[in-house]
């Protein structure tokens, strides 16, 4: 029997709530298939423990996350603490120590969910996102000067590396060779801003002439996101830098009927300075936390990813298609879906069709 060990982040908000449901659906599905177990770890890190702390996590908080084979996350973020600590000290602390620099984010319409797109259905609407996501416009760089007074500047400096922007071009290629569409789309600004993302472009023309069965188009981004409504169906796998595809992956979370959907992946498909991590894309939700009605889809299906990372597909496959089963049912539905639902009671649902 092989044995994943799993350090879980609930987080803060709802990632309490929503991390629960996918620990329950995870364990079901390792049963079912019987070949593997798990052995999660709970941190109890963000805001709660930086109000006993003064930190987000412990100073080795990342020495002690290295070992495992996989970080769940929740989220992060309460309105006790600023964004800007909370997510810097602990989730982009992650990602850019541990180098997870491609973020994975599919964008599929399941069956049964009406969606903003009332005409399109999960055979229209199936993307897949690659997102940088260790440079860029997060990259950190910057500083204030004479804060507070009128005379106040603020800078923060966008990085991007050619080494950076060819590796996620070159990845979010090789996704789009695997899928039956081959359609790479990439998110641009090079109208607006002549370095970094003319940078960008040019890499991306170069990395394609390798990819001759892949067919690219390049769209800025204002235009990509009208896009995303208004042509789903064009759009297969999309490419962009951290800011431009965290925005239109939110876009994606709302064109799949909830942002309580959207899934992701953040890994470095290429070295392992840390384990690979997965989290929902929706953050805390404080306006619904503590009432146990979020909704762990986007949860369950990043443990799906999970999985299928680890190499167990089969139960990666079994969860989605538990997960597909109950939204097509129609039967069991949290709030932000018309439905009445509680977490709970939607991962008890999943958990009870992987059991059949
Ligand atoms: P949010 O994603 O938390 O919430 C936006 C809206 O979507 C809210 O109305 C919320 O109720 C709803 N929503 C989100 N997830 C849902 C779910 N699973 N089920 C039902 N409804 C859901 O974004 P926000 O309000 O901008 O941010 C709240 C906090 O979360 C902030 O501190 C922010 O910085 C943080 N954040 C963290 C992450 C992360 O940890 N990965 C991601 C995004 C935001
Ligand atoms: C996401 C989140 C984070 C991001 C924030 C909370 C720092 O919005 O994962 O999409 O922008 O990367
Ligand atoms: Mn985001």
Redesign the pocket.
């Given at each position: 029997m092989k044995t994943y060990r799993i350090a879980l982040i609930p987080?803060d908000?709802?990632?309490k709530e929503?991390i629960p449901a996918g620990v329950r659906v995870l364990e079901k599905a390792a049963e079912a298939n019987g070949k593997f177990e798990f052995r999660f770890e709970p941190f109890e890190w963000g805001c709660e423990y930086y109000q006993r702390k003064g930190r987000m996590m412990p100073a080795d908080g990342l020495e002690r996350l290295r070992p495992f084979d996989a970080i769940y996350?929740g989220?992060?973020?309460?309105p006790t603490v600023p964004?800007h600590i909370?997510?810097r000290d602990l989730?982009l602390n992650i990602r850019f120590n541990f180098d997870l620099y491609i973020n994975i984010r599919p964008f599929e319409i399941l069956p049964g969910l009406t969606t903003p797109l009332r005409d399109k259905g999960p055979a229209e609407v199936n993307m897949l996102f690659i997102r940088e996501n260790s440079e860029g416009e997060y990259s950190g760089i910057g500083g204030r000067l004479r804060k507070g007074t009128p005379d106040e500047v603020a800078i923060q400096t966008s990085v991007f590396t050619r080494k950076g922007v060819e590796r996620v071009i070159r990845f979010a290629f090789e996704q789009a060779r695997k899928r039956p569409r081959k359609r790479l789309a990439s998110a641009t600004k090079s109208n607006a801003m002549q370095y970094t993302m003319v940078l960008w472009d040019e890499v991306l023309r170069e990395v394609a002439k390798d990819y001759p069965d892949v067919s690219v188009a390049n769209y800025h981004v204002d235009a990509l996101a009208a896009r995303m409504i208004t042509h789903p169906e064009s759009l297969d796998v999309v490419v962009g830098s951290n800011l431009f595809a965290d925005i239109l992956t939110d876009i994606g979370g709302a064109l799949q009927g909830?942002?309580?959907l959207a899934a992701s992946a953040n890994v470095n498909p290429t070295a392992r300075l840390g384990p690979p991590m997965f989290?929902?894309?929706?953050?805390?939700?404080?306006?619904?936390e503590g009432r146990g009605?979020?909704?762990?889809i986007?949860a369950i299906w990043s443990g799906a990813m999970m999985l299928d990372y680890l190499g167990e597909s089969a139960g990666a496959v079994r969860i989605m298609n538990a997960l597909r089963t109950v939204t097509g049912e129609a039967r069991v539905r949290?709030p932000?879906l018309g439905g009445k639902n509680t977490t709970e009671e939607f991962a008890l649902a999943v958990a009870a069709a992987i059991a059949g």
């Open positions: 987080g908000g709802i990632g929503v996350l989220a992060i973020g309460h964004d909370s997510l989730l909830s942002l309580g989290e929902p894309v929706h953050g805390s939700a404080p306006d619904i009605i979020a909704n762990p986007a949290t932000d």
